[in-house]
């Protein structure tokens, strides 16, 4: 029980859990606009699979350590470019991430005409699209742990404590996402942007974590405000024939 009184190993531990819960966000973005393709019913049991999915792929992968440093020797050679097992789950996963963000822009731009014509979505194939994207992030996530502390115990505790909280915020987050129809382009563009690092990545050019999410967070807090002035104006009077009345939202 050393690592109790470490101060050194709370301060890792705090870190790593933020870390997770960054990189997490993205995962619970993306699994509420997946989920938001299925009935209202099903939404809800598919985010808690996807995350639960997740936390699963976390542990197996910090399981197996070995197996995830050995991911970056080189398997082949394009262009003179080496490429390793890391690399090609990265460009894999930033093309899917790239291909689907597109297709649900296309989407939401086509309007409620076109997504009438639009086939059901079972869920069983928005599950096995959240797998796909639980793989590519759980790697992402784990690079992350593996690079930052040493305690095996400390990484699965951050990993464990991060999943815990996305299952408490993935609801309020999905509805918050739905119902604001810019909050959720907003969302797809990020995807596009994570999926572009990705594929950067996965050739070697290497992002800084903060050129990518600077500009989300700056994103998001301007949305944020745009959001409190759309607001204050749904509840701001008018004027109707000498009276005020205040317009519903």
Known sequence: MEWMTSPELWVAFATLLLLEIVLGIDNVVFIS???????EEQRRRAQVVGLS???VTRLLLLASLAWVIGLT???????GQEISGRDLIL???????????????????????HAKERKAVSFASVIAQILVLDIVFSLDSVIT????????????????????????????????????PTVKMLALSFLLLIGGSLIAEGFDQHIPKGYVYGPIAFSVFVEFLNLRMRAKRTSKPVALHGTYVKNAD
Request: charged share 15%; net charge negative.
């Open 33 to 39: 606009i997946l989920a938001g393709r299925l009935p």
């Open 53 to 55: 999915l997740a936390l």
């Open 145 to 180: 742990a593996v690079g930052m502390v040493d305690e095996l115990g400390i990484m699965i505790s951050a990993v464990v404590v991060a999943m815990i909280v996305m299952l408490v915020s993935a609801k309020a987050i999905s509805e918050f996402v739905n119902r604001h």
């Open 91 to 113: 460009l894999l996963g930033g093309l899917f991430l790239l291909g689907k963000a597109t297709f649900e822009i296309h989407e939401q731009l086509e309007g409620s005409d």
């Open 73 to 79: 020797a080189p398997l082949f050679t394009v262009l």
